[in-house]
């Protein structure tokens, strides 16, 4: 069964630092092009960060570069997202996705985890 | 980052067909088209169509995507009860170097 988890939400005061984690299974994992996109409460989707299959390119969004990191793991089939200076404006559902090669096709997410900035 | 331009909301009556369009520019929709995403509330998106109207397993033949120029369209035909939800277009952005969403379309079925 292919499957994503994210884990490491919670809430966090503005300046500081939070890493979330998502737990792929049952989908060749090594192999895939992964991204983190987020959901604000009540908002649309806003892509934040992109890795290929081996974590030699990373690609970021305007909006979290130089403040957010994400990073792979192969051996342990996981997807990290190291964010930092976090901002109230970064609260929101946070999900990672697999892309299935074509540009924008998002085929597989996690359920998300909750990120919430207090000031 | 500049995104992807959807209507709001589009509202059509139950076993009728709404289409919900996603306006791009040559960076984005006219260069390698965009992916289609539903998402129902509380849960997370739905790939419903990538690249040239391919389907994943499993999605209704009832959802068709085209794309004509800068603007990538999502068609609904016999639209249920269950297709009630929010629609996403996404695509590659050239100049901003990342990938872009549409704003969203809540679909209403009356």
């Known amino acids: 069964q292919v499957q994503l988890v994210e884990s490491g939400g919670g809430v966090v005061r503005s300046g500081r630092s939070l890493r979330l984690s998502c737990a792929a299974s049952?989908?060749?994992?090594?192999?895939?092009?992964m991204h983190w996109v987020r959901q604000a409460p009540g908002k649309g989707l806003e892509w934040l960060a992109f890795?290929?299959?081996?974590?030699?390119?990373?690609m970021y969004a305007d909006s979290v570069e130089g403040r957010f990191t994400i990073s792979r793991d192969n051996s342990n089939n996981t997807l990290y997202l190291q964010m930092s200076t976090l901002r109230v404006d970064d609260t929101a559902l946070y999900y990672c996705?697999?892309?299935?090669?074509?540009?924008?096709?998002?085929?597989?997410w996690g359920q998300g985890t909750m990120v919430t900035v207090s000031s | 980052q500049a995104g992807l331009t959807q209507p709001p909301s589009v509202s059509k009556d139950l076993r009728q067909t709404a289409t919900v369009t996603c306006t791009g520019d040559?960076?984005?929709?006219?260069?390698?088209?965009a992916a289609w995403l539903q998402q129902h509330r509380g849960h997370p998106p739905k790939l419903l169509s990538h690249?040239?109207?391919n389907r994943p397993s499993g999605i209704s033949e009832r959802f068709s995507a085209s794309r004509s120029g800068n603007t990538a369209s999502l068609t609904i035909n016999e639209l249920q009860p269950e297709d009630e939800a929010d629609y996403y277009c996404?695509?590659?952005?050239?100049?901003?170097?990342?990938?872009?969403f549409g704003g969203g379309t809540m679909v209403t079925v009356l």
């Open positions: 049952g989908l060749a994992f090594s192999t895939k092009i």
């Open positions: 890795i290929s299959h081996d974590g030699s390119t990373k």
């Open positions: 996404s695509a590659w952005d050239s100049s901003l170097n990342g990938w872009v």
């Open positions: 040559n960076n984005n929709v006219g260069n390698q088209g």
């Open positions: 996705a697999r892309e299935n090669g074509d540009p924008g096709a998002f085929d597989v």
């Open positions: 690249r040239n109207n």
